[in-house]
């Protein structure tokens, strides 16, 4: 059975950096494009960044240069690292396998 278990998000000032992990089981981790989203409130989920079974990766314009998605294969890991934190980053995470598999989310909050 396919499991997507994200953590890292957390409460981080304007500027400030987050990792955030995805643990996932159940499949051939390897063999697939895992992806992270984001769903503020009162907002839709949006696609923040994909990476491909061969490290290709795609980034949403508002994130571009600032964020960056990885993965370790060994680990079943996917990681988006933030940097330069803005407040409209506030949303939760997602991490996403196709199709239509999805983590419970974490919450990051960008505030001072």
């Known amino acids: 059975q396919v499991q997507l278990v994200e953590s890292g998000g957390g409460l981080v000032q304007p500027g400030g950096s987050l990792r955030l992990s995805c643990e996932a089981s159940g499949f051939i981790f390897s063999l697939n494009a895992m992806a992270w989203y984001r769903q503020a409130p009162g907002k839709e989920r949006e696609l923040v960044a994909r990476?491909?079974?061969?490290?290709?990766?795609n980034y949403a314009d508002s994130v571009k240069g600032r964020f960056t998605i990885s993965r370790d294969n060994a680990k079943n890991t996917v990681y988006l690292q933030m940097n330069s934190l803005k407040p409209e980053d506030t949303a939760v995470y997602y991490c996403y396998r196709n199709i239509g598999f999805w983590g419970k989310g974490t919450l990051v909050s960008v505030s001072s």
């Open positions: 990476i491909s079974n061969t490290y290709t990766t």
